[in-house]
Antibody
Framework: QVQLVQSGAAMKSPGSSVKVSCKASGGTLSIYTLIWVRQAPGQGLEWLGGIIPGLDAADYAQKFQGRLAIDTDESMTTVFMELSRLTTEDTAVYYC???????????????WGQGTAVSVSS | QSVLTQPPSVSAAPGQKVTISCSGSSSNIGKNYVSWYQQFPGTGPKLLIYDNNKRPSGIPDRLSGSKSGTSATLDITGLQTGDEADYYCGVWDSGLSGMTFGGGTRLTVL
């Protein structure tokens, strides 16, 4: 059974960038949609973007266009999410999650990383 | 403001049934798969329903999902105190070209 392990918590200053990794163990990511979701304190879930590593084409939520990059390593076992020009409103827990079914289409995310807390403060 | 509308809260007594609704539009629920997630405070989401009405292995059959037109529902029967959590619906929105989640529903088991 695949597990997703994310990198550790980060504290950043406004205007800087953060890069979070999501590594799959026990399975492959290459043919599955892998998404990034965040949750600000006391708020709901917000989709940032997604990628199918084997296709190497990412989708991004419009509000993050231009400051979000999602890519994968050559082995397609680790996916990275980099968010730039951070503001205090980017303070949140960031999750990666894998779709339950291989291929394109969003069916439902059945494997989740443990979450990475990103705090943005001056 | 989410494009998917969920009631902020629902409640029911142990053993009873509760229905959580998720209202959308023709560009999201009307044409794409709905999924449902459970989240306890301080933990990540857990998939309860995928492809509108399918349960992953390990999810009991007292949880069920359905979809009709531009709305979806999650039913939980035989409520237990352990069901107290936040519940979210999620779906791809073809108009936005992105995934969207409902605002979440807090379930209280009285």
């Amino acid at each position: 059974q695949v597990q997703l392990v994310q990198s550790g918590a980060a504290m950043k200053s406004p205007g800087s960038s953060v890069k979070v990794s999501c590594k799959a163990s026990g399975g492959t990511l290459s043919i599955y949609t892998l998404i990034w979701v965040r949750q600000a304190p006391g708020q709901g879930l917000e989709w940032l973007g997604g990628i199918i590593p084997g296709l190497d084409a990412a989708d991004y939520a419009q509000k993050f266009q231009g400051r979000l990059a999602i890519d994968t390593d050559e082995s397609m076992t680790t996916v990275f999410m980099e968010l730039s020009r951070l503001t205090t409103e980017d303070t949140a827990v960031y999750y990666c999650a894998r779709d339950s079914l291989a291929g394109t289409g969003y069916h439902g995310m059945d494997v989740w990383g443990q979450g990475t807390a990103v705090s943005v403060s001056s | 403001q989410s494009v998917l509308t969920q009631p902020p809260s629902v409640s029911a007594a142990p053993g009873q049934k509760v229905t959580i609704s998720c209202s959308g539009s023709s560009s999201n629920i009307g044409k794409n798969y709905v999924s449902w997630y459970q989240q306890f405070p301080g933990t990540g989401p857990k998939l309860l329903i995928y492809d509108n009405n399918k349960r992953p292995s390990g999810i009991p059959d007292r949880l069920s999902g359905s979809k009709s037109g531009t709305s979806a529902t999650l039913d939980i029967t035989g409520l237990q105190t352990g069901d107290e959590a936040d519940y979210y619906c999620g779906v791809w929105d073809s108009g936005l070209s992105g995934m969207t989640f409902g605002g979440g529903t807090r379930l209280t088991v009285l």
